[in-house]
């Protein structure tokens, strides 16, 4: 049902309606709406027979999530920022084991400086994680990745991790097509558990595997990824003739990508999640103008759609990637993959940082990208909006004194200052 | 696309305000979205939310920087942050107070914008007379809906009783109704004012 | 379910990896001779039928015993049981009370009517025993035992021996001896009392194919005592033995008694019950050198019987008897002090020890004496071929249980020697010594103690003094054996075997499981009767 | 007979008897007991945690007519009983990660409940080092929601797996291979450690209760107690490990007796935070007798030795025996 409605609500219920069997949680911004609202519809009796757990840590709330899913119940849980860092281990492990957990992660900086606010540090330190990552890009495909999350993880046998931007999604209002439980039912089977926990059958689960198998198994892993490529083009076109839109959102193409005004783009700007809404009006405002802009969304940035991305981009000349995270000493995460994805192929590419610790991404900022790279005027790494002068002074006092004191009370101080 | 800023403090319903335009915009068939402005503030701080109304769905997910509407639910904020920031000269402003423009002082900034785009909402005390709290932000809600036409008031008076329990929803809807009377009122007198 | 690759299993694949590979030592079961086995003088395996009795199994446990001796309600009354002087439960709390239950199991068979079940080969071969002592008659059952003609032939009236006429029958009531002695003649046996054998090579001669002389000490040994004749002298010996026959000498109101052994509290306590109302035993040396045994002292002190250590009697004369005061000198010899003092009494025994009526083979070619008794080899035969002799005529402890032991020694020599071979004992395991147990596994548990007769009623009569065991007590002292030595299926290897390589057979033994045993020694460490030994694997 | 007959021969400490019925029969004396770890797997010889390990969960697999799950921390115990391509469990058995085995049991127990299926029980199981140390938290988690989940604690009072290095449940001036027996203050810090029964009882659970390898009827009576109750409960079992104590191979059950008469691991049960039963000891001795067989206290004896140390120990072992009331007659 249409309605306006909070994205985190809107989640909530829509896990509600993929009737999980545990759901099992740690409160962390941006994740706590989700939560509080699944322990709501759970205390109503809403999810059938559901347990709501309250763990003392997201470690627990994984390797609960990890007990959990081995015993055959259908598993959810939500996470974010330093909370998603403190389950790595558990997340590898539920990988390793090809438990198929869905995890929201309401994207959410790292620290430190602590910062509560979005980026996309957080999931994308779990990039390698072996878990499938599905990116949002607005509230009605983060709602409706959750359905074809649990479908996909249970075809796999493999976990499946929703990714939305913090705050921007999670605690925006808006209008949202709820899916009907009725018609979940329709998409969802009920969990048929590839390896279960269980007297009748019983197995060990979680055996220690030597230099004689690990190779083959993390192998198994991979091709599991792989032949998730297979499988989201098929599941989004199952999802689409079940509740008439794409799960992706808008533009949706396969469920992997987002394709907007990309057929005579010369300049193009990828991005994950939220921020696509913004480029897409950048998108518009330019070919008003008369420039061919055009803007490639990645839904599945793990598996990563080397073949769609390739066939998406080989014809522009620029290439934008706006990131929300990165990795120092090194530069653009997405970018290196595109850069795999157009191997051979020489495209002028750019890859510009923007949004970290939930600084505005602003249309015109967007905007201004889309003329730099047209004049080339653009560095192959950058950050959006950096305040220039105020890092070259905390530079400055570092070359003066050893002992400058920390960084960000220094650069708050200037701030202060001006 | 029409973009409104309100402006108030921790546990005036600030984030609830721009939440309830947002339903109110969908209930008069627009497209809208209403966000908070994603802080850690706690009981009192100043709080800021947004909300935009369109007749074409929204994809911007940039922070409203420059509203057309400025909603202030206190106004003592006017001395402490610059809650005028990036307003449109044709903007609205509507603010929660009993005073008066020039008893503000900003006057000189009201001056400077046609007359009908600047309200003065008691909507405290209309608050306090049907709620029995001074929560003023259903009560600018009304003011806003009278203000700007964005809105109708019975979308507005249904997003509160969609929102709240029955008996909460009812002084909401009354302050509501009141502060839309209240700023009709006050149109008309500037319209009177205008033609004389 | 296609499970996902290596890291989830099948259930108990690991029984593919024989960890027997890892092991240098293994475990492997023995059976050790348990202590009280190895003190038994008539080689009673103890352990073997207290094992049955502990289930209850009584018949399987006195058919047990009564392969090594067939006089379990005997021996349960009169044995000192050097058995449980040497049981290890002794370091844990006390011995088991084998004593006790062997008289039990005795006195079931009797109740029951259980008989020997005769050989069903016989030999064709007679033998001839004289006396129908212990000895004899255990001689008697084990060659009957073996498919031979046994005939017993006995100078006194009725059978029996020194269990007859040297035990008061407050010790030994004559109804149990005569049951037991019953389910000989049952088996076969033919005991003609009355009958003195003068000439054992002419019992050869007339169709025997061996002798056992167990003709016993009968004789009691004199001293010189200055006496007049006022006071009666007799021998404790004899007064036994008109007590038993029934015509019991006139020994007056006041007795005293000189010797220190059992017979001498024998004497004195038979005094009693013959009217005496003193009856004082005379000692030369201290309680602790008595050679009575202890229990018999108890129960004489008991009925009021007086003891004056250190002293000798010096003279009898008018009724009365001067006894000196001893001392022991550093080496532990009673030596005279001058001391006298004076006693009254009406008959003095002598209770010095009795010597062995050596008139049968005076004469006998072959046959040598020493030291008043008739020398045999290991296989007890004497000089002459098939002449054998055992019990108290021979060189060794005079007891019951040891006379039994000679009897089954003597028949298993004489079967082997019809045969024309020589008897070889089966090695005997090693022994199982206290600190092979793991007694932490066994619970406190305080022997029961046999009630006795109220003492003030024994000295009225012959009646038993002490009573046995009722059945829960038998089971409970039977299971406080710690069958040292020799597994009794506790399970206890089967349970703390860190690698399940124990197998718990139907039959309730255990066998290691090589495959799987890692040789840590555990089962052998926790096995708390010490039944497995590590073994070096060879290499 | 009319009353039943005690084992006087061997008391009730003894694994069986050949004499008892089936329902006095100790689960590990039976025929067909489960194995639950069974043969061929890869602990050391005289390993104390795979016989554990095997009590408690064939306790446990008893009790519950065969519907266990069971989960296990990272650990010598799970390494040893599952590599690839053997497993040593016949029941369901999962290992995740060294500090998760009580959350991971926790979601097991959950998703049973979801299910319907309250007659399957978990058990979770882990060394010190998973339980006292980097389990910790998850494991005071567990407690403190009173998930439906036993917990056991196979204490070697070291990481073994890793090559025997100190943990929170290492006891006082024990050598490890980081707490070497040198310097000044050889071997283990003499403080209070990190004791977990009593941390246990601390949250209020249904149910807490020490035990140890030595004696096998007061274990299975734990296991089969705990299988009785709902709840967070939590069994602390003493496991001696030959490689890590330096000791001989057989003496893993005369180790366990050894601690528990010497009043340093006292044996006990409580309920909901009350100590309801203690173990009297049978036989004391001083804790000379306990440390002196094990290589990691070697330095303590000898003429170099230090009777400090011991004498501090053995206040231990006093201190112990006042509190928990451990000398007497059984009650």
Known sequence: MLQQIEGSKAVAETVAACMPDVVCAYPISPQT???????????????????????????SAMSVAIGSSATGARTYTATASQGLLFMVEPVYNASGLGLPIVMTVANRAIGSPINIWNDQSDSMSQRDSGWIQLYAQDNQSAADLHILAFRLAEELSLPVMVCMDGFILTHAMEEID??????????????????????????SIGAMVGPEAFTEVKYLGHFKQLKALEIIPELSQEFEKVFARSAGGPDDYKGLVTKYHLEDAEVVLVALGSVLGTIKDAVDEHRKNGVKAGAMGITSFRPFPLDEVRKSLKHAQKIVVVERAFAPGVGGIVSSNIRTALSGIDIKMSTVVAGLGGRPITLKSISELVDKALYGSLPEF?????????????LERNLLTRRSGPMAENLLKDLGSR | MFQIRI??????????????????????????????????????????????????????????????????????????????????????????????????????????RPQNRNFIVPASDIAFKHVGRPMPNAALLGGFAAATKKVTLASVVAAIEDRFPTKIAAGNVAAATEAYEFVIQELEEVNHVAAN | MSKPFAITLNIGSSLANHTGSWRSERPVYVNRMPPCNNACP?????????????????????????????????????????????????????????????????????????????????????????????????????????????????SAAEPGGMMRYGIPAYRLPREVLDA?????????????????????????????????????????????????????????????????????PLLGRRVVVYGGGNTALDAARTAKRLGAYEAIVVYRRTKEKMPAHESELKEALEEGIVMRWLSTIAWVNSGAVTIERMELDEAGMPQPTGEFESLQADSVILALGQEVDLSIVEGVEGISINDGVIEVNDFLMTGRDGIFAGGDAVPGERTATNAIGHGKHAARAINSWLEGQTFVHAPRPDLATFDRLNTWYYSDAPKKVRPKLDAARRAESFAEVVQGLDEETALFEARRCLSCGNCF???????????????????GKYEINLDYCKGCGICASECPCGAIDMVPERS | MSTPLKFYQVGSFAVGNRLLGDDQLSVQSRSDRTNSLTSGHRACQGCGEALGARYVMDAAMAATDGKVIAVNATGCLEVFSTPYPETSWRLPWMHSLFGNAAPVATGVAFALKAQGRSDIRVVAQGGDGGTVDIGFGPLSGMFERNDDVLYVCYDNEAYMNTGVQRSGATPPAARTNTTHAVGANPGASFTQGKNL?????????????????????????????????????????????????????????????????????????????????????????????????????????????????????????????????????AE
Request: with cysteine.
């Open chain 3, 180 to 248: 037991e002695i019953s389910r000989l003649v049952n088996l076969g046996v033919r005991i003609e009392c009355n009958t003195k054998v003068e000439n054992p090579e002419s019992a050869l001669e007339s169709g025997f194919d061996a002798i056992f002389l167990a003709i016993g000490a009968h004789l009691g040994k004199r001293a010189y005592i200055p006496a007049g004749d006022t006071v009666r002298i007799l021998d404790a010996v004899s007064v036994l033995h008109m007590t038993a026959d029934g015509e019991p």
């Open chain 2, 7 to 112: 402006h108030g403090r921790g546990g005036q319903g600030v984030v609830t305000a721009a939440e309830l335009l947002s339903v109110a915009a969908f209930l008069d068939k627009q497209h809208a979205q209403a966000f908070p402005s994603f802080g850690s503030e706690r009981t009192g701080a100043p709080v800021v939310s947004f909300c935009r109304i369109s007749e074409n769905p929204i994809r911007l997910r940039e922070p409203v920087l420059e509203p057309d509407a400025i909603l202030i639910q206190d106004p003592t904020l006017l001395h402490s942050i610059d809650v005028f920031a990036g307003a449109k000269s044709d903007g609205y402003m509507i603010i929660n107070t009993t005073k008066s423009f020039a008893e503000l002082g900003i006057d000189e900034f009201v001056a400077s």
């Open chain 1, 382 to 394: 950058s950050f959006m909006d950096l305040d220039v002068e105020l890092v070259e002074r905390e």
């Open chain 1, 178 to 203: 709820v899916a009907e439980p009725e018609l979940v039912q329709k998409f969802l089977p009920k969990f048929t558990p590839r390896q279960v926990l269980d007297p009748q059958d019983p197995v």
């Open chain 3, 489 to 507: 299926g506790c399970d206890n290897c089967f349970g703390v075997c860190p690698d399940n390589a124990v197998i718990k057979l139907a039959d």
């Open chain 4, 197 to 329: 029964p009593k941390i246990a009882m601390a949250h209020g659970i249904p149910y807490v209760a020490t035990a140890s390898v030595s004696d096998l009827h007061d274990l299975e009576a734990k296991v089969t107690k705990a299988m009785s109750i709902r709840g967070a409960r939590y069994l602390h079992v003493l496991v001696p490990c030959p490689l890590g104590w330096g000791t001989r191979s057989e003496e893993t059950i005369k180790l366990a007796r050894l601690a528990t008469e010497s009043g340093l691991f006292p044996i006990y049960e409580a309920e909901y935070g009350t100590i309801t039963e203690r173990k009297k000891i049978r036989k004391q001795v001083p804790v000379d007798e306990y440390l002196q067989i094990q290589k990691r206290f070697a330095h303590l004896f000898g003429p170099k030795g230090n009777r400090e140390y011991l004498n501090a120990i053995q206040a231990i072992a006093d201190r112990n025996i006042a509190e928990f009331g451990l000398l007497g007659d």
């Open chain 3, 42 to 154: 008539a080689g009673e395996d103890v352990q073997g039928w207290l094992y049955e009795g502990e289930s209850g199994n009584y018949e399987q446990a006195w058919r047990n015993l009564v392969r090594d001796n067939p006089f379990p309600a005997i021996m349960g009354r009169i044995c000192y049981h050097p058995c449980q002087s040497a049981c290890n439960r002794a370091d844990v709390d006390e011995a088991v009370g084998i004593n006790s239950v062997e008289r039990f199991l005795g006195d079931q068979a009797i109740d029951k009517g259980w008989q020997f079940v005769p050989p069903t080969v016989k030999s064709g071969r007679r033998i001839l025993v004289v006396g129908s002592g212990p000895s004899g008659l255990s001689a008697a059952y084990h060659l009957a035992m073996k498919g031979h003609e046994v005939i017993i032939r006995e």
């Open chain 1, 33 to 59: 709406h989700i939560v509080e609202a699944l322990d709501e519809l759970t205390r109503l009796g809403k999810i059938g027979n559901c347990q709501f757990i309250n763990v003392e840590s997201e470690f």
